[in-house]
């Protein structure tokens, strides 16, 4: 039976899944002052990250439209899984599931499910291979769809950011503690509780300590390194992230570590230099 994956778009893609034809990715959109970007394979993350530096205000973000999510679901696939960012923190799962619900309205039964990743970023790419290795396996739908959750339940999430001004302005923080220590340059070590919301795991003083304690707090919380893949994704720092993966590396041994670039809704909320981590 044949199956598709839509994965929104703060999730990136692979260069291989881009290529793979299961995977479809759907775009939030973005607007810089009344500057609208739709993030998709149009997003140039370099004339982003300067229009957000030029605007004294904060960038927002919008997410698929339920009609959006219904056109990905018309393929001509038996079987369609969601990965979408957290609902915690966007409305993108909500979107999808109204979008399932108008498609089995309209257009009569499919085996639809979507996944909240209680994540973001990196957090779906690994969701999204996950649904892959399950179908590849064989699995019917249903055992695919439990594997997944629970696999989500024992997805952890890290990043450090150079600021968490973005987080602030847009509500993501609202029960994290004010920083008031920034001109110290205290950098905080995030993540993401069992729901999907942001928390604070540690911090600080300056980028490379921070990192390394990022480090640190994964290797302490991780178990059974060698059956799981990690995955990094950075903002505008290719350096800072091979740095990351190759420390990972040499303390630890993972089924395999791989690197990407921040898309857009990423990139907005990690800013320019943030590192995410997910295993």
């Known amino acids: 039976m044949s199956y598709h994956i839509v994965v929104d778009s703060c999730g990136e893609l692979t260069e ?15 607007f810089v002052d009344d500057y609208h970007i ?16 030029e605007s004294p205000n904060c960038p927002k973000s919008t997410c698929p439209s339920p009609e959006r999510y219904m056109t990905a679901y018309s393929c001509s ?12 923190l966007s409305g993108s799962y909500n979107s999808a599931e109204l979008g399932k619900s108008l498609y089995l309205e309209e257009k009569g039964e ?34 695919v769809v439990r594997t997944v959750e629970a696999y989500i339940e024992e997805q952890d999430t890290f990043f450090v950011l150079e600021t968490l001004e973005t987080l602030r302005k847009n509500g993501r923080l609202s029960n994290l503690k004010a920083f008031v220590a920034s001109t110290l340059n205290i950098k905080p070590v995030m993540g993401a509780t ?31 390194c060698e059956e799981k893949i990690l ?19 040499s303390l630890a041994h993972f089924k395999d570590i791989f690197v990407v670039d921040t898309a857009g809704i990423s990139s ?12």
């Open 268 to 279: 907005l909320y990690a800013s320019d230099g943030g590192i995410i981590m997910v295993v």
């Open 231 to 249: 995955a990094i994704s950075h903002c505008n720092n290719p350096r800072r992230a091979r740095m990351v993966a190759e420390k990972i590396g």
């Open 110 to 143: 499919k085996k639809i499910h979507v996944f909240d990743s209680r994540s973001a970023s990196i957090g779906e790419t690994l969701i999204a291979m996950k649904i892959q290795e399950c179908e590849e396996a064989g699995m019917e739908f249903e055992q």
């Open 194 to 224: 069992p729901e999907g919301e942001i928390c604070q795991l540690g911090q600080s003083r300056g980028m490379g300590k921070a990192l390394d304690k990022m480090i640190s707090i994964m290797l302490e919380k991780v178990q059974n």
């Open 77 to 88: 696939a038996e079987r369609v899984y969601a990965v979408t960012l957290s609902a915690r």
């Open 38 to 53: 739709v993030d998709d394979e149009s997003f140039d993350q370099a004339d982003f990250l300067r229009r957000v530096a």
């Open 16 to 30: 291989r899944m881009k290529r793979d034809g299961h995977f479809e990715s759907v775009p939030l959109e973005i």
